[in-house]
Each structure stands twice: as structure tokens, then as C-alpha cells.
């Protein structure tokens, strides 16, 4: 049986990339623009572009921040946040300050400093992700290898256990993070390639 | 480290793909189905494809298209061509364009390029400045190169900065199709104006072009059109040549 996997649609961004991704990769796919039509999923890939205080805003609207707390922290269904959707998990972001995240991983939202070396911004392109620990997610993908980047801003977790993989760019990041069923990557794993294409794999498979 | 893209573009007009000289006399070169699935399967870092008509003849993106050809495109894809609004940006995002390209109305209705950044984030929304060279010094064009308008390229670049833009494609008018290089002194100065993206684009017609642009000027990725579609070269090789004259790229 292929899982079932819950895509969250908050009226942002594109989720038939991700849609799509999760398909080629074995997973029965469907959007979820409501708490209420969740429908006791196997996965949710929550994906994410725009600005983190209107992703918000349409979140709460939508009754899923509930309806996904419920099924991520209770029932313990794994949630993989990308991008936008990975900065979500955090409690707030200098990017809407006024607005509260959903605050599942204690960690801000902070905007990329440039550097004498890395001095354009938004981060924009290929770059390596390091693992910085052995996690099922990362399984048979070389550390180093090349994932898909664009972004402004990055995932500061306070508890530096969290992170399973970094990145360069700026003085390094926060690439991707793990607690529990709740996952997040600052890349985009559905236009990686063969790359991202594994990691989902190994997503589907947790 | 960051990689250096490099980038295919594809130019689609009316029911085909196609290739032109100085923005005009473009020839056909096949369906953008297929060349987006060879692209797919060698893996190229990023894809550009350009509706060439979609703004002349006032008709707006063509939703359908973009939707079935981002269906197969697993690989960053950014969108232009036709753009109008920040709703024209709103139903291509929707349809599975990774980035949204305004040529004409940014420099028509620029106050609608800051709406979309605002909405949609920078990362979203990308700007071509088309650049043609005359008598009279550098302009900024727009409508496929058709009209000249009053902006200074450079001056032209840090507005879009400032209105939030996340990337910009500097297209030469005069080097597009010619196979002769960028121009290296445009794309240098907006490259040193500007700390958000630039991507090279216009003239590129071999690898070693490609290496100018990014070392002469830090393009951070390299457009080509001609050379991929009209040459034996390939985006694959392009990289390992770079790679060879210690050019960072993903391999």
C-alpha cells in the first residue's frame, strides 16, 4: 500500500511541485486546504513560499494549525516542512515579527547576513548539505551533496540537536532539522533532482 | 559552497519553441515538451523559458502550457514572458513556475513588481532588463526589445532591488543569437550595483564565455540559448569546463 500523503495547501505557493514529487517517489498524494478534510493521513509535507506572517494568517484561517498539531505532536504523524513550511515549525521570524509561528521547535526566524564572500541575498542556487548527524532521512545521500536553495531567511534552532544537516552560505545554517515526526528542510527537495528525490523517498519511508 | 548555475533558455512562440538574432528573426526549434524532458533527464540546475510573444500580442501567459510543461520539470523553473500582474504571478506560481519573470511592466508599472515581492516573497519574482547599445549610450528596452525606454541599466537595476526583486537576467539585445559573448562591461556594472542575483544572459556561443561572465563580472548563474540548442555543446560539459578553471558548479 503506498502511503498517504496529506499536502498542505495554505493558497501560498505552488503544491503541485510537491504534489507531483511525492508521487514519483510511491506516495498517494492529496491537497489539504482545511483542518477539517486532513483525513488521518500517513505523512504531511507542509511546502512553503511567500512571507511567513501571511503563511500564517492563512494557516489559522484554515483551522490547520490545530488540525496539524493534532496529528503531528499527538497522534504522531511525521510532517516534513519545506522552505517556508520549515520556518513555520519555529515560535517567530524577523520576517513578521508581529505574528506568532506555529512554535513546534524552539527556535527564531532570522535573515541572512551577507558576507565579505556571500554577499547576495536571497540564497539563491545549489549548495552542499552537510549532515551533522546519522538520520534515517539522509540515508544513502552522501554528505556534501548539492540541494536546491532560495531563500531569505533561516531556521536558528535554540537546542542545537535539532539540526541533522548545515549549510554554508552566510556562515552556515540550519539545512535541515529533526524532533520527534517533526522534520524540516530549508531546501527543496521536490526541484533536487535525484538528490531530493531520495531524501523523499527516505521520507515516505519513516 | 554556493555553484554557479548554468542555465538553458527557452524561447516559445505561438506553438513552438524557437531561436532569434537580436531578439528578432527567430527561427523554430522544436517542441518545449521535449526539450524540458532531455533537459529533465541530464539534469540541468535551473531552466529559463520565455513566452517571446505572450507580451507583444497582449495575450498574457499561457496558464495550460506552463502547467503541463512544469508537470515534468522535477528541477528549478522559472517563468517569463506576458507577465502583466501580481495575478498574471499569483496563477503561474499556482500552475508549478518555481520563479516569475516581469519583463515590460517593470518598467511600465514598476509599483506592480513591488506587490508581487511583498505577496509572494523575492525568491519568488525575477526581472529581465533587456539592454540594447547605441549611439546614445546603454538603455533599458522593453517589448522584446521593440522600444527603448528612459532608464539607465544600472539605475534601472537597484530600483528593482529596491522594490524587492530576488534575481535579475541581464539580456543583451545586441549580443542575443550572435554567439559572440556577453557584454561583459554592462553585466559587470550590474553586477557590482547590486547585491541580490544576476544571471547573464545574451551571447553566449562557447564555454569560454561562460567563464568570463562569472569571473569578469560574478554573474551568479549563465544563460545560453543558442549554443545548447545550435551547437554540440552542452550544459554538462559547460560545467566541467568551469569546474576545470576552478569554477565552483554542481556536477
Known sequence: MSPRVAIVDYGLCNVDSVRRAVEENGGDAYVVRDGNDLDRPDHIVLPGVGAFGDAMHNLVDRNLDKALAREVLEVGVPMLGICLGMQLLATSSEESPEVDGLGWIDATVQRLQPTATDRRVPHLGWNDVVTTQSHPLFEGIESGTDFYFVHSYHVCPVDSSVTIATSTYCDGFTAALAAGPVFGVQFHPEKSQRAGFALLSNFLGL | MLKTRVVPTLLYKD???????????????????????????????ELVFFDVTATANNTGPDFALIDDLADECFMPFTVGGGVRSVDDVYRLLQVGADKVCFGTVATTHPEIVGEATRRFGSQSI???????????????????????????????????????????????????????????????????????????????GTY?????????????AVAAASMFHFTHQTPQAAKEYLAEHGIAVRL
Do not use: N, W
Open chain 2, 126 to 204: 525575477v526581472v529581465a532588463i533587456d539592454v540594447r547599445r547605441d549611439h546614445a549610450g546603454v538603455r533599458v528596452t522593453r517589448c522584446s526589445g521593440q522600444e527603448d525606454t528612459e532608464f539607465d541599466p544600472v539605475q534601472f537595476a537597484r530600483m528593482m532591488e529596491d522594490a524587492g526583486v530576488g534575481e535579475l537576467i541581464v539580456q543583451s539585445v545586441d549580443r542575443d543569437g550572435s554567439m559572440d559573448g556577453y557584454d561583459l562591461d554592462i553585466l559587470s556594472a550590474i553586477c557590482s550595483a547590486v547585491s541580490i542575483p544576476v544571471v547573464a544572459s545574451g551571447g553566449a
Open chain 2, 15 to 45: 506553438f513552438g519553441l524557437v531561436k532569434g538574432t537580436a531578439f528578432d528573426s527567430r527561427r523554430a526549434v522544436g517542441s518545449p515538451m521535449q526539450a524540458i524532458k532531455v533537459y529533465e533527464m541530464r539534469g540541468v540546475d
Open chain 2, 208 to 220: 569560454e564565455h561562460l567563464r568570463q561572465a562569472i569571473t569578469e563580472s560574478d554573474a551568479s
